[in-house]
């Protein structure tokens, strides 16, 4: 049954709502169902130019003339906005995506509001500096706007990705156009509701859901001085090589296939009781999921009872059921995807757990364990984007720590032992943008990021502001 409450019929641009110009609607599906969930304007390439347009106005207009305290109070009343829509954007997202509801109403529900009221802080720091010259006179040191900040996002964390991108670059006086996926059209509409009633000057975020030709365009957009981009590396390396081209700078949030490194004298019991936080949160959907367990071969049978036992006792359901650990994927496209990288590993590994679809309407895929894993085989080098893992044996720590190296990526990753400084040890090692040591969770006052092919620079911390500006010296004598 559709929600035609939850219809979005119109763009957010200018701090108005339009019609698209091709006045077309997008269906979005119901993960769990499979059925239409309500309907969604997308822009084409025409939109996005009006987007633009109209966020370079705001840029050189009220925007600009706004001190960083006055930016950082109009950032403090849109972290409210977001907060009190935070119940149903957390539902919205788990139906459209199909995300654990419990999942969801930390991260597309609090954590926007949250990020968004950090970076106010930051805002409040950003006062000009004035340096001595050793020649004398003195500089002084700005921080100023990069300017207009395409922001092109995933349907897999929706409302985090945005906001780690939008909060920082207003706190530092950028104006932003955001061009989320059509699978998530809906809840992106909830950050433009919550802009217009916290006041946000009109242009100054700019919400435009659409497909990849609207990325591109706007990735490639003459009037846009800054990307930031979270998604597939495929996408990332297309639009860095368009950047590379414009010298425009860029940052690439990408993929990831990490480790979760079990060293010899790991508690099990803990390991185990994270294993669905930390291996396939969001449903095996997460960049940075621990997806490669690496077992000493001493403990390799303890390790993969351990991990199937767990995985085959995890709840399938409705993401909007609490009871639910995993529950559908994001769409039909993603579950031939996730069978097939399955179908594939049965090939030449041992499948312990799972493997299937259930017989069930929705996008479901059954949580997947494989075991005797060659590291090398595509099932360990792939990222697959679904709840599938693969258990994969060493021999010795130098050992352990090459075939945790041995990745196209380098994202997240987690170490697993009952002595602090031996954990630690292990993680400063691995070559990767973050690593856990016995749990894994991002932390807002910590960069963010990842290495190789997961992508070029930061979000999230100080780290997180410092791509949406740029320095400007002022030498005076
Ligand atoms: P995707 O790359 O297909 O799409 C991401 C976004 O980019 C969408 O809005 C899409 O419309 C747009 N896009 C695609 N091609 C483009 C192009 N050539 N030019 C401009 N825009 C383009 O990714 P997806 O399938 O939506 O998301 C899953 C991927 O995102 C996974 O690989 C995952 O690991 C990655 N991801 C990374 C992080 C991170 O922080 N590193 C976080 C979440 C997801």
Same mark, same amino acid.
């Given at each position: 049954?559709?929600?035609?409450?939850?219809?979005?019929?119109?763009?957010?641009?200018?701090?108005?709502? #339009? #019609?698209?110009?091709?006045?077309?609607?997008?269906?979005?599906?119901?993960?769990?169902? /499979?059925?239409?969930?309500?309907?969604?304007?997308?822009?084409?390439?025409?939109?996005?130019?009006?987007?633009?347009?109209?966020?370079?106005?705001?840029? =050189?207009?009220?925007? #600009?003339?706004?001190?960083?305290?006055?930016?950082?109070?109009?950032?403090?009343?849109?972290?409210?906005?977001? =907060?009190?829509?935070?119940?149903?954007?957390?539902?919205?997202?788990?139906?459209?995506?199909?995300?654990?509801?419990?999942?969801?109403?930390?991260?597309?529900?609090?954590?926007?509001?949250?990020?968004?009221?950090?970076?106010?802080?930051?805002?409040?720091?950003?006062?000009?500096?004035? +340096?001595?010259?050793?020649?004398? %006179?003195?500089?002084?040191?700005?921080?100023?706007?990069?300017?207009?900040?395409?922001?092109?996002?995933?349907?897999?964390?929706?409302?985090?990705?945005?906001?780690?991108?939008?909060?920082?670059?207003?706190?530092?006086?950028?104006?932003?156009?955001?061009?989320?996926?059509?699978?998530?059209?809906?809840?992106?509409?909830?950050?433009?509701?919550? #802009?217009?009633?916290?006041?946000?000057?009109?242009?100054?975020?700019?919400?435009?859901?659409?497909?990849?030709?609207?990325?591109?365009?706007?990735?490639?957009?003459?009037?846009?001085?800054?990307?930031?981009?979270?998604?597939?590396?495929?996408?990332?390396?297309?639009?860095?090589?368009?950047?590379?081209?414009?010298?425009?700078?860029?940052?690439?949030?990408?993929? %990831?296939?990490?480790?979760?490194?079990?060293?010899?004298?790991?508690?099990?019991?803990?390991?185990?009781?994270?294993?669905?936080?930390?291996?396939?949160?969001?449903?095996?959907?997460?960049?940075?999921?621990?997806?490669?367990?690496?077992?000493?071969?001493?403990?390799?049978?303890?390790?993969?009872?351990?991990?199937?036992?767990?995985?085959?006792?995890?709840?399938?359901?409705?993401?909007?059921?609490?009871?639910?650990?995993?529950?559908?994927?994001?769409?039909?496209?993603?579950? !031939?995807?996730?069978?097939?990288?399955?179908?594939?590993?049965?090939?030449?590994?041992?499948?312990?757990?799972?493997? /299937?679809?259930?017989?069930?309407? /929705?996008?479901?895929?059954?949580?997947?364990?494989?075991?005797?894993?060659?590291?090398?085989?595509?099932?360990?080098? !792939?990222?697959?984007? %679904?709840?599938?893992?693969?258990?994969?044996?060493?021999? /010795?720590?130098?050992?352990?720590?090459?075939?945790?190296?041995?990745?196209?990526?380098?994202?997240?990753?987690?170490?697993?032992?009952?002595?602090?400084?031996?954990?630690?040890?292990?993680? +400063?090692?691995?070559?990767?943008?973050?690593?856990?040591? =016995?749990?894994?969770?991002?932390?807002? =006052?910590?960069?963010?990021?990842?290495?190789?092919?997961?992508?070029?620079?930061?979000?999230?911390?100080?780290?997180?502001?410092?791509?949406?500006?740029?320095?400007?010296?002022?030498?005076?004598?």
């Amino acid at each position: 049954m559709t929600a035609p409450e939850l219809d979005r019929p119109d763009l957010y641009i200018d701090g108005e709502w #339009a #019609a698209p110009a091709d006045g077309t609607a997008h269906e979005v599906i119901e993960a769990a169902t /499979g059925e239409t969930l309500a309907t969604a304007a997308l822009a084409n390439a025409d939109d996005i130019d009006r987007a633009v347009a109209a966020a370079s106005r705001a840029l =050189n207009g009220p925007w #600009a003339s706004l001190t960083p305290a006055e930016r950082a109070r109009l950032l403090t009343a849109f972290a409210a906005e977001l =907060n009190a829509r935070r119940k149903e954007t957390a539902a919205l997202v788990s139906r459209e995506n199909g995300m654990p509801l419990a999942l969801s109403r930390l991260v597309n529900g609090s954590a926007p509001a949250f990020i968004a009221q950090y970076y106010a802080g930051l805002a409040e720091s950003l006062d000009e500096e004035t +340096r001595p010259s050793p020649t004398g %006179g003195d500089t002084v040191v700005r921080r100023e706007p990069v300017g207009v900040v395409a922001a092109v996002t995933p349907w897999d964390y929706p409302q985090s990705l945005a906001i780690m991108k939008i909060a920082p670059a207003l706190a530092a006086g950028c104006t932003v156009v955001l061009k989320p996926p059509p699978e998530t059209a809906l809840d992106a509409f909830v950050l433009a509701d919550a #802009a217009a009633a916290a006041g946000l000057p009109a242009g100054v975020l700019n919400v435009v859901p659409g497909g990849r030709e609207a990325g591109a365009r706007l990735v490639e957009h003459p009037d846009v001085d800054k990307v930031a981009f979270t998604g597939s590396t495929a996408a990332g390396r297309a639009i860095g090589e368009v950047a590379g081209r414009l010298l425009r700078p860029v940052t690439l949030e990408l993929g %990831g296939k990490s480790v979760s490194l079990v060293a010899e004298d790991a508690d099990l019991e803990l390991f185990a009781s994270k294993l669905l936080d930390v291996s396939l949160p969001n449903n095996g959907q997460t960049c940075h999921a621990a997806t490669r367990i690496l077992a000493p071969a001493s403990r390799y049978r303890e390790v993969v009872d351990v991990v199937t036992e767990t995985v085959a006792g995890l709840t399938v359901g409705d993401p909007l059921d609490r009871a639910t650990q995993v529950g559908p994927l994001v769409s039909a496209v993603q579950r !031939e995807r996730v069978l097939s990288h399955i179908a594939r590993g049965t090939d030449y590994a041992k499948l312990t757990a799972g493997g /299937g679809a259930p017989d069930r309407p /929705g996008w479901f895929v059954e949580p997947t364990v494989f075991a005797d894993v060659d590291n090398s085989s595509s099932i360990a080098q !792939e990222e697959i984007f %679904g709840p599938v893992l693969c258990v994969i044996p060493y021999r /010795g720590e130098d050992e352990a720590i090459a075939l945790a190296n041995d990745s196209e990526y380098g994202l997240g990753g987690v170490v697993w032992s009952d002595d602090a400084e031996h954990g630690l040890a292990l993680a +400063r090692r691995i070559r990767t943008g973050t690593v856990g040591v =016995n749990h894994y969770e991002l932390h807002i =006052n910590a960069p963010f990021g990842g290495v190789k092919a997961s992508g070029l620079g930061r979000e999230l911390g100080p780290e997180g502001i410092a791509p949406y500006l740029v320095a400007k010296s002022i030498y005076r004598r």
